[in-house]
Each structure stands twice: as structure tokens, then as C-alpha cells.
């Protein structure tokens, strides 16, 4: 059931994702003197849960999984963030992560604030009959922490629709019958037939497409022709490439947990797709392509670099290789602070991850807006009130940064910032 390839990250990588996020957000409040008192508060989390539950295996033994789920903020509305099953997820790299969803949600000018959480797993590992028990059982001992106007869950790294589905069945399972049906949307990422918006599956991939487009388009330059290089070639990085193929750009470089591949004649993504479908979701062995050294990858000569796998992929020791004049961030925090100074002094672009990849989380909001209204929306729709909400975004970014003389990043999350301040200004902070 694995919804997104990934690279393994050592402890120490990891760990370093929450003190990338503080720097960050550090930096972006000195930029706007961002009021002291938000200042603290914005700095940590509200909610952290830890649950050690049992799960029985198919072989009838017992196994202790360790779930997590922690709540940043909610000053803007329900908190929203993905559920990931992955060997790195701890608490540290959940508050990192539920961190940039807050800015994520509030950049994109949702009504959301921002959480993640997941289960420390390798699902590789195990059955789907042992997953779907092991999805239920840590969404029942969630409780009431989730909820469609509380804290409502999403795919990430290893989960997808199927994961979705198990849980808003055992969620709905927990409320009486006539309350069932009202508390669908407390997941979004859901198949499309329990509830799921079609072309969801391709939001954050396409998402990623949009916001390359808006920077060529900016700088006067044609995709048709670019060459591009993809790390996690999942649900993110097979879209994004699908759609910049589509526009004539060519995929030169891609990589996943197996293995890396290159050929500077092009590697078709659809061949690619189809032959990891049929090979248990791997690239490895794929007969139009070079196999390489993974620690080369990103100085494979490029355009256009598309890290959609893990956070901190990016760092000091591979920053200066990298040949792309652009970085899209498909994953979130997939750049560290040190690298992405480094590359930002060599004039690279880097399109940073709460709004590259904000695709995914707009797609949720319209998925829980038809879950909640009781509606059906189009694809075709879908995908014109996704490109006109992320222009909106990229616009208001990039006019931000130039006016401003900084990067795109710290504008991004200026802006986000003062968003939310101003919620905690008007309002108040009880008592």
C-alpha cells in the first residue's frame, strides 16, 4: 500500500528537521518583528500525543506500534496534516513537521492549522491485513483528538486512499447512527468512491507542475525542452514529472528507496510508472535507463531538481554539486539551512515546500468542503480552482520577496506569519 517511494534518513538528519523549521520561522519573524507574545507562541506546539498500542499479527503473536500525532496550531481553524507510516517518524520530526502545515494552510489562506503525526513502521514489512489493524487500531485510540471540526488527517509518506478509508469507517464506527454520516470528512484523501475528490491522487504532484510553470512563465522561459531530475518517484514525483512531460520538459535523473537511475536522452514517465507497478513499486532494473551512484544524484546536470521523497536531503555536503538553476520542493523540508544557503549564494532558485507542495492540502480543503456541503465536483474544476488558487499564492510570494530583497522562502513564511498574528491580534489571547 505504499503511496510514495522515500529515502532512508539516519537519526541524526532527522532530528535536524525540527531545528531547520525553528531557524526558518526565527528568521522570517525577525524579518516582519513579529509580536513577542505570538512569537512564543507560534514557537511550540499545543497538543503532542504519544500512543503505544498492541495489534495482534497474522501469526497470532502480539506486536507494541508507537503512533503520534501532534497539534501545532489552530488560531486559523481545525488543524490539518498527514499521517505517515515510516521508520523515522518520531516526535521531534512530527513537530517539525506539524509545524510547516501551519504555514502551509496558512499561506494557502485555508481555514486550517496545522498538525502531523504518523506511526513509527516500515509497512514493507507487513501484511495489508496486518496494516488495516494496525490503521484501525491507532485511529481508534486517537479518539476523540481527531475530528472533522477538530484535526483531520491526510495521506502521506506510505499511506493513501486505502489507509483514508480505514480510518473514517472506524472513526464513523465510534459515533451512533445517526451522527455517522456527518463526520465523513474527518479524513480527506479518501477514494473517490467513499467520499474522496477526484483528482486528489494527483494534487501535490500537480501542484508542484503549477508552481515551476508560474517561475517559467515569470522569467519568460518555455518548459518544452528543460531537463528535470525527480528524487521519490511516488504519488508526488510520478505527477509532477507527468504533467512537465507533458509540457515538453524531459526527466533526465529520478531516484527512489531502491535504487538510482540516468540517461540524458530522456527516461519516459509513463514507462517508468508502469514498469515500477509491475516490479513492487521499484525503478530498479529498468532497461532505458543508466543505473548510478545515489550519492551523485543531484549532481546530475539538469535544470530543474525535484526532491519529492524525505526532509533534509539537501544539505551542505551535496548543496554545491547540484547543476539545476531550479528546486522545487515536491517533499517537506527536503533542503537544510545550511544548503540552502549555500545554493541561494550560487543563485539557485529554490520554489520552497509550504507553497511547491501546498497542492495537497488545497486538494483536502475542497475534498472536505464537498464532504461537508454534500456536493460533487468535476475534475476539470478541480484542477482550474487548484491552478487559480496556487497563481494567487505564487504571485503574492514572489511580489513579497522582491519587495522585501529576500528569498522566497522567508517571504513565504512572512507572510503565513502575519496571517495567523493578526488572527491573535484581533482576537485576543484568553484569559
Known amino acids: 500500500m505504499t503511496n510514495t517511494q522515500t529515502l532512508e534518513k539516519p537519526q541524526a538528519a532527522k532530528r535536524g528537521m525540527l531545528d531547520n523549521v525553528l531557524e526558518q520561522f526565527n528568521s522570517a519573524a525577525d524579518k516582519i518583528d513579529l509580536n513577542p507574545n505570538v512569537r512564543k507562541i507560534l514557537s511550540i506546539t499545543n497538543t503532542e500525543i504519544i500512543i503505544h498500542f498492541p495489534v495482534r499479527m497474522d501469526n497470532g503473536n502480539v506486536e507494541i506500534f508507537t503512533g503520534y500525532r501532534v497539534q501545532h496550531n489552530n488560531a486559523l481553524g481545525p488543524y490539518k496534516g498527514g499521517l505517515r507510516y515510516h521508520p523515522t517518524v518520531d516526535i521531534d520530526a512530527a513537530r517539525a513537521l506539524a509545524m510547516w502545515m501551519t504555514w502551509k494552510t496558512s499561506l494557502a489562506g485555508l481555514p486550517y492549522g496545522g498538525a502531523k503525526g504518523g506511526i513509527q513502521i516500515d509497512p514493507s514489512k507487513y501484511s495489508k491485513g496486518e496494516l488495516e489493524r494496525i490503521t484501525r487500531r491507532f485511529t481508534y485510540a486517537l479518539g476523540e483528538n481527531i475530528g472533522p471540526e477538530h484535526d483531520i488527517p491526510a495521506p502521506d509518506v506510505n499511506t493513501n486512499d486505502q489507509t483514508m478509508a480505514w480510518i473514517a469507517d472506524t472513526y464513523m464506527s465510534t459515533k451512533s447512527t445517526s451522527e455517522r454520516s456527518k463526520n465523513q470528512h474527518v479524513v480527506t484523501g479518501k477514494p473517490v468512491g467513499s467520499g474522496g475528490l477526484e483528482g486528489r491522487d494527483r494534487a501535490t504532484g500537480y501542484g508542484v507542475f503549477l508552481t515551476i510553470k508560474f517561475w517559467a512563465e515569470k522569467n519568460n522561459q518555455s518548459l518544452n525542452g528543460k531537463t528535470f531530475i525527480v528524487q521519490g518517484f511516488g504519488n508526488v514525483g ?29 527516461i519516459a ?7 515500477g507497478k509491475a516490479n513492487s513499486g521499484s525503478i530498479v532494473g529498468f532497461p532505458e535507463a543508466e543505473a548510478m551512484n545515489g550519492k551523485e544524484f543531484f549532481g546530475l546536470e539538469c535544470d530543474i531538481c525535484i526532491p ?19 528546486i522545487a520542493e515536491g517533499a517537506n523540508g527536503p533542503t537544510d539551512v545550511e544548503g540552502e544557503k549555500i545554493l541561494l549564494d550560487r543563485g539557485v532558485t529554490i520554489i520552497p515546500d509550504i507553497m511547491c507542495n501546498s497542492g495537497g492540502v488545497i486538494g483536502s480543503y475542497f475534498e472536505w468542503l464537498q464532504n461537508r456541503n454534500g456536493e460533487l465536483w468535476q475534475l476539470d474544476e478541480i484542477l482550474e480552482k487548484l491552478e487559480k488558487k496556487l497563481r494567487s499564492t505564487y504571485k503574492k510570494v514572489t511580489a513579497y520577496s522582491e519587495e522585501k530583497g529576500i528569498d522566497m522562502r522567508t517571504a513565504a513564511f512572512a507572510i503565513a506569519i502575519e496571517r495567523i498574528e493578526k488572527a491573535y491580534v484581533l482576537r485576543g489571547i484568553f484569559p
Open 308 to 326: 519529492a521523497a524525505l526532509g533534509n536531503q539537501i544539505t551542505k555536503e551535496n548543496a554545491n554539486s547540484i547543476k539545476a538553476t531550479l
Open 238 to 266: 510520478y505527477w509532477a514529472a507527468h504533467f512537465l512531460e507533458n509540457e515538453g520538459a524531459k526527466m533526465v535523473g529520478v531516484q527512489d528507496a531502491f535504487g538510482s537511475l540516468q540517461n540524458q536522452e530522456g
Open 269 to 275: 514517465v509513463e514507462d517508468l510508472f508502469n514498469y
